[in-house]
Nanobody, 124 residues
Framework: QVQLVESGGGLVQAGDSLRLSCAAS????????MGWFRQAPGKEREFVAA????????YYADSVKGRFTISRDNVKTMDYLQMNGLKPEDTAVYYC?????????????????WGRGTQVTVSS
């Protein structure tokens, strides 16, 4: 089994920054993409960002492009989501995810493993 554990969430003010981390452990699997999704109360889980593991190519939702940066550490098998210029509408539970099929899926259904999530709250 593969375990993903997120950390770094919290309560911040609009304009502040946070860095989320995702640590992967458990059995070795061939991850193609690591990514972040978020889910606000009453809304569906939505894609935020992803990184292709072998070459570091990144992908972002339009709502976070230019403000959020996803990165990875191959040695530590971790990935990070640096969030700058946070807005109240970024408030959500943020989930780390991993998938091994080789195709990026912007829907949560295409991802194989999930963390339990970390709360990010941005006050105005």
């Amino acid at each position: 089994q593969v375990q993903l554990v997120e950390s770094g969430g919290g309560l911040v003010q609009a304009g502040d920054s946070l860095r989320l981390s995702c640590a992967a452990s458990g059995r070795t699997f061939s991850r193609s993409f690591m990514g972040w999704f978020r889910q606000a109360p009453g809304k569906e889980r939505e894609f935020v960002a992803a990184i292709r593991w072998y070459d570091g190519t990144t992908y972002y939702a339009d709502s976070v492009k230019g403000r959020f940066t996803i990165s990875r550490d191959n040695v530590k098998t971790m990935d990070y989501l640096q969030m700058n210029g946070l807005k109240p509408e970024d408030t959500a539970v943020y989930y780390c995810a991993a998938e091994g099929s080789g195709s990026l899926n912007y829907s949560p259904r295409g991802w194989d493993y999930w963390g339990r999530g970390t709360q990010v709250t941005v006050s105005s």
